[in-house]
Protein backbone atom coordinates (compact mmCIF):
# COMPACT_ATOMS: atom_id res chain seq x y z
CA UNK A 1 0.00 0.00 0.00
CA UNK A 2 1.17 3.00 -1.57
CA UNK A 3 1.57 6.32 1.31
CA UNK A 4 -1.16 7.46 -0.84
CA UNK A 5 -3.27 4.83 -0.72
CA UNK A 6 -2.87 4.21 3.33
CA UNK A 7 -3.50 8.37 3.23
CA UNK A 8 -7.02 8.37 1.28
CA UNK A 9 -7.81 4.70 3.16
CA UNK A 10 -7.80 6.66 6.65
CA UNK A 11 -9.83 9.16 5.14
CA UNK A 12 -12.66 7.01 4.19
CA UNK A 13 -12.08 5.19 7.42
CA UNK A 14 -12.72 8.81 9.10
CA UNK A 15 -15.62 9.84 7.01
CA UNK A 16 -17.51 6.01 7.66
CA UNK A 17 -17.37 6.48 11.59
CA UNK A 18 -15.93 10.29 12.84
CA UNK A 19 -17.84 10.19 15.83
CA UNK A 20 -15.59 7.04 16.72
CA UNK A 21 -12.52 7.66 15.25
CA UNK A 22 -12.34 11.23 16.47
CA UNK A 23 -9.50 12.37 14.32
CA UNK A 24 -6.71 12.06 11.84
CA UNK A 25 -3.34 13.73 12.20
CA UNK A 26 -1.51 14.64 8.56
CA UNK A 27 1.98 15.65 8.82
CA UNK A 28 2.58 17.55 5.93
CA UNK A 29 3.63 21.04 5.25
CA UNK A 30 1.99 23.04 2.54
CA UNK A 31 2.42 21.78 -1.00
CA UNK A 32 0.59 20.30 -3.67
CA UNK A 33 -0.41 16.78 -2.44
CA UNK A 34 -1.28 18.44 1.10
CA UNK A 35 -3.79 20.61 -0.95
CA UNK A 36 -5.21 17.70 -2.69
CA UNK A 37 -5.48 15.62 0.13
CA UNK A 38 -7.08 18.37 1.75
CA UNK A 39 -9.51 18.69 -1.13
CA UNK A 40 -10.31 15.40 -0.91
CA UNK A 41 -11.79 15.82 3.02
CA UNK A 42 -14.41 18.69 1.66
CA UNK A 43 -16.17 15.39 0.60
CA UNK A 44 -16.61 14.41 3.89
CA UNK A 45 -20.80 15.04 4.53
CA UNK A 46 -20.47 17.55 7.78
CA UNK A 47 -19.70 20.99 8.19
CA UNK A 48 -16.64 22.21 8.18
CA UNK A 49 -14.69 24.51 10.60
CA UNK A 50 -11.18 25.70 10.48
CA UNK A 51 -9.51 26.91 13.39
CA UNK A 52 -6.49 28.72 13.84
CA UNK A 53 -4.04 27.56 16.58
CA UNK A 54 -3.63 30.61 18.65
CA UNK A 55 -7.97 31.16 18.96
CA UNK A 56 -8.88 32.80 22.77
CA UNK A 57 -11.35 31.36 24.91
CA UNK A 58 -14.00 34.12 23.77
CA UNK A 59 -14.11 32.62 19.80
CA UNK A 60 -14.00 28.94 21.35
CA UNK A 61 -16.61 29.34 24.11
CA UNK A 62 -18.84 32.54 22.64
CA UNK A 63 -19.08 35.33 24.79
CA UNK A 64 -22.01 38.07 25.83
CA UNK A 65 -22.48 39.70 22.58
CA UNK A 66 -21.89 43.31 23.89
CA UNK A 67 -23.33 45.94 21.63
CA UNK A 68 -27.24 43.71 21.45
CA UNK A 69 -27.09 43.56 24.92
CA UNK A 70 -26.70 47.14 25.51
CA UNK A 71 -28.97 47.76 22.98
CA UNK A 72 -32.05 45.80 23.66
CA UNK A 73 -31.34 45.75 26.92
CA UNK A 74 -31.49 41.70 27.54
CA UNK A 75 -28.72 39.38 27.66
CA UNK A 76 -27.43 38.57 24.22
CA UNK A 77 -25.14 35.88 24.08
CA UNK A 78 -22.97 34.87 21.03
CA UNK A 79 -22.32 31.41 19.77
CA UNK A 80 -18.72 29.67 20.34
CA UNK A 81 -16.89 27.97 17.21
CA UNK A 82 -17.43 24.34 19.46
CA UNK A 83 -20.76 25.30 20.27
CA UNK A 84 -22.22 24.07 16.71
CA UNK A 85 -23.74 20.42 15.59
CA UNK A 86 -21.25 17.58 14.16
CA UNK A 87 -18.34 19.03 12.60
CA UNK A 88 -14.96 18.59 11.10
CA UNK A 89 -12.52 21.16 12.65
CA UNK A 90 -9.35 21.60 10.42
CA UNK A 91 -6.30 22.70 12.63
CA UNK A 92 -3.47 23.92 10.65
CA UNK A 93 0.21 24.39 12.74
CA UNK A 94 -1.29 22.10 15.32
CA UNK A 95 1.70 21.88 16.66
CA UNK A 96 1.72 24.99 17.90
CA UNK A 97 -2.06 25.38 19.03
CA UNK A 98 -2.37 26.93 22.49
CA UNK A 99 -3.29 24.64 25.39
CA UNK A 100 -6.52 25.99 26.46
CA UNK A 101 -7.25 24.93 22.54
CA UNK A 102 -6.52 21.68 22.54
CA UNK A 103 -8.10 21.07 25.89
CA UNK A 104 -11.21 22.63 24.97
CA UNK A 105 -10.77 20.45 21.84
CA UNK A 106 -10.31 17.77 23.07
CA UNK A 107 -13.43 18.14 25.53
CA UNK A 108 -15.78 18.63 22.93
CA UNK A 109 -14.35 15.59 21.22
CA UNK A 110 -15.31 13.65 24.50
CA UNK A 111 -19.07 15.04 24.86
CA UNK A 112 -19.51 12.32 21.82
CA UNK A 113 -22.05 15.03 20.11
CA UNK A 114 -19.95 13.58 16.80
CA UNK A 115 -17.46 15.87 16.16
CA UNK A 116 -14.12 15.35 14.74
CA UNK A 117 -10.69 17.00 13.58
CA UNK A 118 -8.16 16.93 10.75
CA UNK A 119 -4.18 18.25 12.48
CA UNK A 120 -2.59 19.86 10.35
CA UNK A 121 1.52 18.81 11.53
CA UNK A 122 4.28 21.19 9.80
CA UNK A 123 6.61 20.99 12.19
CA UNK A 124 10.29 21.07 11.14
CA UNK A 125 12.49 20.44 14.00
CA UNK A 126 12.02 16.70 15.51
CA UNK A 127 10.54 18.21 18.94
CA UNK A 128 7.91 20.03 17.46
CA UNK A 129 4.78 17.67 18.11
CA UNK A 130 1.03 17.29 18.31
CA UNK A 131 -0.18 18.03 21.53
CA UNK A 132 -0.65 14.69 23.39
CA UNK A 133 -4.03 15.23 23.92
CA UNK A 134 -5.09 15.18 20.79
CA UNK A 135 -2.57 12.82 19.26
CA UNK A 136 -3.83 9.89 21.39
CA UNK A 137 -7.42 10.73 20.44
CA UNK A 138 -6.91 11.18 16.93
CA UNK A 139 -6.99 7.04 15.38
CA UNK A 140 -4.98 7.90 12.55
CA UNK A 141 -1.69 9.36 11.39
CA UNK A 142 -0.28 9.72 8.28
CA UNK A 143 2.66 11.15 6.53
CA UNK A 144 2.17 12.79 3.14
CA UNK A 145 6.24 13.96 3.25
CA UNK A 146 8.27 13.43 0.05
CA UNK A 147 5.13 13.02 -1.80
CA UNK A 148 4.97 13.90 -5.81
CA UNK A 149 2.16 15.17 -7.60
CA UNK A 150 3.20 11.96 -9.31
CA UNK A 151 2.15 9.51 -6.97
CA UNK A 152 -1.06 11.84 -6.56
CA UNK A 153 -4.26 9.65 -7.75
CA UNK A 154 -8.04 11.18 -8.34
CA UNK A 155 -10.17 9.79 -5.32
CA UNK A 156 -13.16 9.84 -4.56
CA UNK A 157 -15.05 9.11 -1.17
CA UNK A 158 -17.92 5.86 -1.51
CA UNK A 159 -21.12 7.67 -1.94
CA UNK A 160 -23.02 4.87 0.59
CA UNK A 161 -20.98 5.88 3.78
CA UNK A 162 -24.42 5.44 5.84
CA UNK A 163 -25.17 2.22 4.73
CA UNK A 164 -21.41 1.32 5.69
CA UNK A 165 -21.69 3.31 9.17
CA UNK A 166 -24.76 0.91 9.87
CA UNK A 167 -22.92 -2.60 8.26
CA UNK A 168 -19.99 -1.70 10.79
CA UNK A 169 -22.19 -2.49 13.91
CA UNK A 170 -22.87 -6.27 12.62
CA UNK A 171 -19.29 -6.99 11.53
CA UNK A 172 -19.04 -10.11 14.12
CA UNK A 173 -15.71 -9.75 16.60
CA UNK A 174 -13.81 -13.23 17.06
CA UNK A 175 -13.05 -13.89 20.92
CA UNK A 176 -9.49 -13.90 20.76
CA UNK A 177 -8.74 -10.06 18.92
CA UNK A 178 -9.84 -7.98 22.03
CA UNK A 179 -7.31 -9.73 24.13
CA UNK A 180 -4.67 -9.82 21.28
CA UNK A 181 -4.74 -6.15 20.14
CA UNK A 182 -3.99 -5.45 23.90
CA UNK A 183 -1.36 -7.68 24.11
CA UNK A 184 0.12 -5.97 21.11
CA UNK A 185 -0.14 -2.60 22.43
CA UNK A 186 1.82 -3.75 25.58
CA UNK A 187 4.85 -5.00 23.74
CA UNK A 188 5.10 -2.06 21.57
CA UNK A 189 5.02 0.60 24.60
CA UNK A 190 1.79 2.27 24.07
CA UNK A 191 -0.09 3.67 27.09
CA UNK A 192 -3.11 5.01 25.99
CA UNK A 193 -5.58 2.66 26.66
CA UNK A 194 -8.03 4.15 23.70
CA UNK A 195 -5.52 2.85 21.08
CA UNK A 196 -6.53 -1.18 21.21
CA UNK A 197 -10.41 0.67 20.84
CA UNK A 198 -9.44 2.33 17.86
CA UNK A 199 -7.99 -0.45 16.53
CA UNK A 200 -10.64 -3.14 17.07
CA UNK A 201 -13.08 -0.34 15.55
CA UNK A 202 -10.91 0.18 12.73
CA UNK A 203 -10.91 -3.32 12.28
CA UNK A 204 -14.60 -3.35 11.92
CA UNK A 205 -15.04 -0.47 9.24
CA UNK A 206 -12.37 -2.05 7.17
CA UNK A 207 -14.15 -5.09 6.90
CA UNK A 208 -17.58 -3.44 6.49
CA UNK A 209 -15.45 -1.38 3.57
CA UNK A 210 -15.11 -4.70 2.07
CA UNK A 211 -18.25 -6.09 2.54
CA UNK A 212 -16.75 -8.62 5.12
CA UNK A 213 -19.42 -9.55 8.37
CA UNK A 214 -16.50 -11.05 10.04
CA UNK A 215 -13.32 -9.58 10.97
CA UNK A 216 -9.99 -11.39 9.21
CA UNK A 217 -6.35 -11.29 9.27
CA UNK A 218 -6.05 -8.56 6.67
CA UNK A 219 -8.76 -6.09 8.81
CA UNK A 220 -6.21 -6.80 11.26
CA UNK A 221 -3.26 -5.96 9.59
CA UNK A 222 -4.45 -2.52 8.50
CA UNK A 223 -5.63 -1.50 12.18
CA UNK A 224 -2.62 -2.05 13.68
CA UNK A 225 -0.58 -0.86 10.72
CA UNK A 226 -2.96 2.66 10.80
CA UNK A 227 -3.37 2.51 14.71
CA UNK A 228 -0.33 1.24 16.49
CA UNK A 229 2.72 2.55 13.89
CA UNK A 230 2.79 5.98 15.20
CA UNK A 231 2.10 4.76 18.69
CA UNK A 232 5.03 2.19 19.06
CA UNK A 233 7.91 3.31 21.40
CA UNK A 234 9.86 -0.04 21.16
CA UNK A 235 9.76 -2.43 19.32
CA UNK A 236 9.60 -6.21 20.92
CA UNK A 237 11.62 -9.09 20.13
CA UNK A 238 10.01 -12.06 18.96
CA UNK A 239 11.05 -15.00 20.92
CA UNK A 240 12.44 -18.15 19.23
CA UNK A 241 9.65 -21.24 18.38
CA UNK A 242 9.46 -23.11 21.61
CA UNK A 243 9.75 -26.52 21.38
CA UNK A 244 6.41 -28.43 20.83
CA UNK A 245 4.46 -29.43 23.99
CA UNK A 246 2.56 -32.64 24.03
CA UNK A 247 -1.01 -32.02 23.08
CA UNK A 248 -3.71 -32.64 25.63
CA UNK A 249 -5.61 -35.14 24.35
CA UNK A 250 -8.18 -34.40 27.07
CA UNK A 251 -9.72 -31.42 25.73
CA UNK A 252 -10.14 -32.70 21.95
CA UNK A 253 -13.64 -31.33 22.24
CA UNK A 254 -12.83 -27.41 23.22
CA UNK A 255 -9.95 -27.32 20.60
CA UNK A 256 -12.87 -28.78 17.26
CA UNK A 257 -15.03 -26.39 19.00
CA UNK A 258 -12.82 -23.21 18.65
CA UNK A 259 -14.20 -21.91 15.03
CA UNK A 260 -15.64 -18.62 16.65
CA UNK A 261 -11.80 -17.45 17.68
CA UNK A 262 -8.95 -15.92 14.92
CA UNK A 263 -5.53 -16.34 16.30
CA UNK A 264 -3.29 -14.21 13.84
CA UNK A 265 0.90 -14.71 13.97
CA UNK A 266 2.38 -12.10 16.27
CA UNK A 267 4.89 -11.67 14.18
CA UNK A 268 2.69 -11.03 11.23
CA UNK A 269 0.90 -7.80 13.12
CA UNK A 270 4.88 -6.88 13.84
CA UNK A 271 5.76 -6.88 10.37
CA UNK A 272 2.75 -4.43 9.52
CA UNK A 273 3.96 -2.29 12.19
CA UNK A 274 7.58 -2.15 11.02
CA UNK A 275 6.19 -1.44 7.48
CA UNK A 276 4.52 1.93 8.40
CA UNK A 277 7.51 2.84 11.15
CA UNK A 278 9.04 5.66 9.83
CA UNK A 279 12.78 4.23 10.01
CA UNK A 280 14.62 6.53 12.50
CA UNK A 281 11.61 6.85 14.65
CA UNK A 282 12.34 4.72 17.90
CA UNK A 283 16.05 5.56 17.01
CA UNK A 284 14.83 9.30 17.52
CA UNK A 285 12.95 8.17 20.90
CA UNK A 286 15.68 6.46 22.21
CA UNK A 287 17.65 9.54 21.91
CA UNK A 288 14.96 12.20 23.02
CA UNK A 289 15.45 10.54 26.33
CA UNK A 290 19.15 11.22 26.78
CA UNK A 291 19.10 14.78 25.50
CA UNK A 292 19.71 17.53 28.29
CA UNK A 293 16.77 18.83 30.33
CA UNK A 294 14.92 21.52 28.11
CA UNK A 295 15.03 24.98 30.03
CA UNK A 296 12.49 26.09 27.45
CA UNK A 297 14.20 29.81 27.11
CA UNK A 298 15.30 31.38 23.85
CA UNK A 299 14.53 33.50 21.44
CA UNK A 300 10.35 33.58 21.20
CA UNK A 301 10.14 32.00 24.36
CA UNK A 302 6.38 33.22 25.58
CA UNK A 303 6.37 35.81 28.28
CA UNK A 304 3.13 36.93 30.16
CA UNK A 305 2.90 41.02 30.88
CA UNK A 306 0.59 43.46 30.73
CA UNK A 307 1.74 46.20 29.14
CA UNK A 308 2.49 45.24 25.24
CA UNK A 309 2.09 42.22 22.92
CA UNK A 310 -0.35 40.12 21.30
CA UNK A 311 -3.80 40.51 23.62
CA UNK A 312 -4.70 37.77 25.94
CA UNK A 313 -7.94 36.73 27.56
CA UNK A 314 -8.66 39.73 30.29
CA UNK A 315 -8.32 37.75 33.87
CA UNK A 316 -9.68 38.38 37.11
CA UNK A 317 -7.93 40.54 39.27
CA UNK A 318 -8.49 43.16 43.07
CA UNK A 319 -8.80 46.59 42.32
CA UNK A 320 -5.26 47.37 43.75
CA UNK A 321 -3.77 45.30 40.56
CA UNK A 322 -1.46 47.66 38.91
CA UNK A 323 -2.65 46.17 35.47
CA UNK A 324 -4.84 48.00 33.02
CA UNK A 325 -8.59 47.05 33.31
CA UNK A 326 -9.96 45.74 30.63
CA UNK A 327 -13.53 47.36 30.49
CA UNK A 328 -15.15 45.42 27.77
CA UNK A 329 -14.44 42.20 29.70
CA UNK A 330 -15.84 44.17 32.51
CA UNK A 331 -18.97 44.86 31.42
CA UNK A 332 -19.03 41.53 30.01
CA UNK A 333 -18.64 39.62 33.21
CA UNK A 334 -20.81 42.10 35.06
CA UNK A 335 -24.30 42.35 32.25
CA UNK A 336 -25.35 39.12 33.28
CA UNK A 337 -26.09 40.64 37.16
CA UNK A 338 -27.46 43.57 36.43
CA UNK A 339 -31.18 42.64 36.56
CA UNK A 340 -30.64 41.27 40.45
CA UNK A 341 -28.29 44.50 41.38
CA UNK A 342 -31.17 46.66 40.13
CA UNK A 343 -33.42 45.42 42.29
CA UNK A 344 -31.02 45.75 45.81
CA UNK A 345 -30.39 49.36 44.50
CA UNK A 346 -32.61 50.76 42.12
CA UNK A 347 -31.51 54.75 42.60
CA UNK A 348 -28.14 53.31 40.84
CA UNK A 349 -27.85 54.89 37.39
CA UNK A 350 -25.54 52.64 35.14
CA UNK A 351 -24.52 49.57 34.99
CA UNK A 352 -23.24 48.49 38.72
CA UNK A 353 -19.53 47.11 38.67
CA UNK A 354 -18.64 45.39 42.11
CA UNK A 355 -15.24 44.31 42.30
CA UNK A 356 -15.64 40.82 41.59
CA UNK A 357 -16.37 41.95 37.99
CA UNK A 358 -12.90 43.87 37.32
CA UNK A 359 -10.69 42.24 34.51
CA UNK A 360 -7.24 43.30 33.84
CA UNK A 361 -5.21 43.57 30.22
CA UNK A 362 -3.19 40.81 29.40
CA UNK A 363 -0.49 40.14 26.79
CA UNK A 364 1.93 37.60 25.29
CA UNK A 365 5.59 38.67 24.18
CA UNK A 366 7.97 37.37 22.71
CA UNK A 367 11.32 37.42 24.44
CA UNK A 368 14.60 38.62 23.37
CA UNK A 369 17.82 36.02 23.89
CA UNK A 370 21.24 37.27 25.66
CA UNK A 371 24.30 35.75 24.46
CA UNK A 372 27.03 36.64 27.57
CA UNK A 373 30.50 35.53 26.00
CA UNK A 374 32.76 35.09 29.65
CA UNK A 375 35.95 35.12 27.66
CA UNK A 376 39.54 33.83 29.47
CA UNK A 377 41.83 36.99 28.90
CA UNK A 378 44.51 35.59 31.02
CA UNK A 379 48.12 34.24 30.08
CA UNK A 380 50.46 34.07 26.61
CA UNK A 381 47.48 33.21 24.55
CA UNK A 382 45.00 35.65 26.10
CA UNK A 383 45.26 38.18 22.74
CA UNK A 384 44.65 34.93 20.43
CA UNK A 385 41.15 34.26 22.27
CA UNK A 386 40.25 37.54 22.04
CA UNK A 387 40.45 37.96 18.92
CA UNK A 388 38.77 34.87 18.41
CA UNK A 389 35.53 36.54 20.52
CA UNK A 390 35.89 39.92 18.55
CA UNK A 391 35.37 37.77 15.60
CA UNK A 392 32.52 35.35 16.64
CA UNK A 393 30.89 38.56 18.28
CA UNK A 394 30.68 40.53 15.15
CA UNK A 395 29.40 37.17 13.09
CA UNK A 396 27.02 36.54 16.22
CA UNK A 397 26.10 40.20 15.45
CA UNK A 398 25.30 40.08 12.27
CA UNK A 399 22.57 37.57 12.57
CA UNK A 400 21.14 38.79 15.42
CA UNK A 401 18.74 41.50 13.61
CA UNK A 402 16.74 38.13 12.53
CA UNK A 403 17.37 36.34 15.73
CA UNK A 404 16.22 39.05 17.79
CA UNK A 405 19.74 38.17 20.12
CA UNK A 406 21.56 40.55 21.96
CA UNK A 407 25.36 40.01 22.80
CA UNK A 408 27.31 40.82 25.86
CA UNK A 409 30.86 40.36 26.24
CA UNK A 410 33.05 39.95 30.21
CA UNK A 411 36.40 39.59 30.13
CA UNK A 412 37.86 38.21 33.43
CA UNK A 413 41.85 38.43 33.50
CA UNK A 414 44.31 39.40 36.63
CA UNK A 415 42.24 39.63 39.80
CA UNK A 416 38.59 40.03 38.70
CA UNK A 417 36.20 39.83 35.49
CA UNK A 418 34.87 43.29 33.44
CA UNK A 419 32.24 44.00 31.69
CA UNK A 420 33.42 45.20 28.69
CA UNK A 421 30.48 44.98 26.60
CA UNK A 422 27.32 45.80 28.43
CA UNK A 423 24.08 44.41 26.25
CA UNK A 424 23.87 45.61 22.78
CA UNK A 425 22.61 44.48 18.92
CA UNK A 426 24.49 47.68 18.09
CA UNK A 427 26.96 46.65 15.28
CA UNK A 428 28.96 49.83 15.37
CA UNK A 429 28.74 50.10 19.52
CA UNK A 430 30.48 46.66 19.79
CA UNK A 431 33.12 47.64 16.90
CA UNK A 432 34.37 50.08 19.47
CA UNK A 433 34.49 48.39 22.56
CA UNK A 434 36.20 45.59 21.06
CA UNK A 435 38.93 47.91 19.08
CA UNK A 436 41.18 47.35 22.13
CA UNK A 437 41.05 44.42 24.79
CA UNK A 438 43.87 44.15 27.36
CA UNK A 439 45.14 40.65 28.34
CA UNK A 440 47.59 39.12 30.58
CA UNK A 441 47.48 37.92 34.26
CA UNK A 442 45.93 35.07 36.05
CA UNK A 443 42.67 33.44 35.76
CA UNK A 444 40.04 34.56 37.77
CA UNK A 445 37.37 31.88 36.79
CA UNK A 446 35.16 32.18 39.46
CA UNK A 447 34.90 35.69 39.04
CA UNK A 448 34.09 35.77 35.68
CA UNK A 449 30.79 32.79 36.02
CA UNK A 450 29.97 35.13 38.96
CA UNK A 451 29.69 38.23 36.65
CA UNK A 452 28.14 36.05 33.54
CA UNK A 453 25.18 34.74 36.77
CA UNK A 454 24.82 38.41 37.87
CA UNK A 455 24.15 39.71 34.32
CA UNK A 456 22.56 37.03 33.05
CA UNK A 457 20.23 37.30 36.15
CA UNK A 458 19.19 41.05 35.63
CA UNK A 459 18.32 40.43 31.46
CA UNK A 460 15.94 37.54 33.02
CA UNK A 461 14.49 40.23 35.59
CA UNK A 462 14.29 42.36 31.58
CA UNK A 463 12.38 39.73 30.50
CA UNK A 464 15.39 38.51 28.18
CA UNK A 465 16.64 34.81 27.93
CA UNK A 466 20.46 34.76 28.90
CA UNK A 467 22.87 32.15 27.54
CA UNK A 468 26.18 32.10 28.78
CA UNK A 469 29.66 31.15 26.52
CA UNK A 470 32.36 30.21 28.45
CA UNK A 471 35.72 30.27 26.71
CA UNK A 472 38.48 29.25 28.93
CA UNK A 473 41.24 26.93 29.59
CA UNK A 474 39.61 26.49 33.11
CA UNK A 475 42.81 26.42 34.81
CA UNK A 476 41.99 28.85 37.09
CA UNK A 477 44.34 30.00 39.62
CA UNK A 478 42.65 33.50 41.77
CA UNK A 479 40.18 32.84 44.06
CA UNK A 480 37.02 35.31 44.40
CA UNK A 481 38.84 37.20 47.18
CA UNK A 482 41.87 37.85 44.89
CA UNK A 483 44.32 35.44 46.50
CA UNK A 484 46.30 33.37 44.14
CA UNK A 485 45.27 30.09 45.57
CA UNK A 486 44.59 27.22 42.66
CA UNK A 487 42.42 24.57 45.66
CA UNK A 488 40.77 27.52 46.61
CA UNK A 489 39.70 28.97 43.28
CA UNK A 490 38.75 25.73 41.51
CA UNK A 491 36.31 25.68 44.66
CA UNK A 492 35.20 29.21 44.08
CA UNK A 493 34.51 28.41 40.57
CA UNK A 494 32.70 25.08 41.25
CA UNK A 495 30.11 26.85 43.76
CA UNK A 496 29.22 29.03 41.06
CA UNK A 497 28.70 26.57 38.60
CA UNK A 498 26.81 24.90 41.42
CA UNK A 499 24.10 28.04 41.64
CA UNK A 500 23.74 28.68 37.71
CA UNK A 501 22.69 25.08 37.28
CA UNK A 502 20.44 25.53 40.37
CA UNK A 503 19.52 28.87 38.08
CA UNK A 504 19.15 26.57 34.99
CA UNK A 505 20.71 28.93 32.79
CA UNK A 506 21.67 28.10 29.64
CA UNK A 507 25.35 27.57 29.53
CA UNK A 508 27.82 26.73 26.61
CA UNK A 509 31.66 26.16 27.49
CA UNK A 510 34.11 25.97 25.43
CA UNK A 511 37.44 24.58 25.94
CA UNK A 512 40.47 26.37 24.36
CA UNK A 513 43.12 24.08 25.23
CA UNK A 514 45.15 22.43 22.61
CA UNK A 515 44.07 19.08 24.88
CA UNK A 516 40.94 18.88 26.10
CA UNK A 517 41.12 19.72 29.84
CA UNK A 518 39.44 17.07 31.93
CA UNK A 519 38.25 19.35 35.24
CA UNK A 520 36.86 22.16 32.55
CA UNK A 521 34.42 19.07 31.20
CA UNK A 522 33.58 18.36 35.04
CA UNK A 523 33.01 21.89 35.49
CA UNK A 524 31.06 21.88 32.78
CA UNK A 525 28.98 19.00 33.96
CA UNK A 526 28.57 20.65 36.87
CA UNK A 527 26.84 23.66 35.16
CA UNK A 528 24.81 21.20 33.27
CA UNK A 529 26.02 22.70 30.08
CA UNK A 530 27.23 22.18 26.66
CA UNK A 531 30.82 20.67 26.25
CA UNK A 532 33.02 21.39 23.10
CA UNK A 533 36.35 20.93 22.93
CA UNK A 534 37.90 23.53 20.05
CA UNK A 535 41.50 23.27 19.85
CA UNK A 536 42.85 26.56 18.17
CA UNK A 537 39.69 27.76 17.92
CA UNK A 538 39.08 30.56 15.27
CA UNK A 539 36.06 33.21 14.90
CA UNK A 540 34.47 31.33 12.54
CA UNK A 541 34.56 27.96 14.37
CA UNK A 542 33.09 29.62 17.53
CA UNK A 543 30.42 31.15 16.12
CA UNK A 544 29.18 27.82 14.39
CA UNK A 545 29.59 26.31 17.36
CA UNK A 546 27.26 28.65 19.32
CA UNK A 547 25.04 28.56 16.53
CA UNK A 548 24.70 24.79 16.60
CA UNK A 549 23.96 24.74 19.92
CA UNK A 550 21.39 27.04 20.50
CA UNK A 551 19.96 25.49 17.36
CA UNK A 552 19.78 22.00 19.03
Known amino acids: MTPWDRATLALTLLAIDPKGFSGLIVRARVSPVRDAFMQIAKQLPMPQVKLHPSMTAQVLDGEIDLSSTLKSNALVMQKGLLD ?105 GIPSLRAPTLALRTAQAH ?6 DVINADDMTLAVDLVYAHRATRMPELQEDEPEQP ?43 KNKRNKGTGTGAKQTGN ?22 ATLRAAIPYQTIRKRAQPDRLGPIIHPGDLRHKRYQTLSDRLLIFAVDASGSAAMARLAEAKGAVEMLLGEAYARR ?27 RRLAALPGGGGTPLASGLSAAMSMAQTASQKGMCATIVLLTDGRANIALDGQANRKQAAEDAEKIASEISMLGLETLVIDTTIRPERALKTLAEKIQATYIAMPRADAKGVSAAVTASLAS
Not at 207 to 212: F, K, M, S, T, V
Not at 272 to 285: F, G, I, R, T, Y
Not at 412 to 430: H, Y
Request: proline letters at 7%.
Open 207 to 212: AALHNR
Open 307 to 328: RRGRPLPARAGSKSSSARVDLI
Open 405 to 431: DHVALISFRGLDAEVLLPPTRSLVQTK
Open 84 to 188: RPPSLFTLPMAERADPYLTARLSQTLDTGDGHCFLALDEGVDEDESIPTSLSDRAAFWISLDGLALADFDAFQLPENLEIIAKAVRKVDIPDDIPEQLVTLAVSL
Open 247 to 289: QDTEQPERQQNDDDTLTIPEDLLLDAVKAALPSDLLEKLAAGA
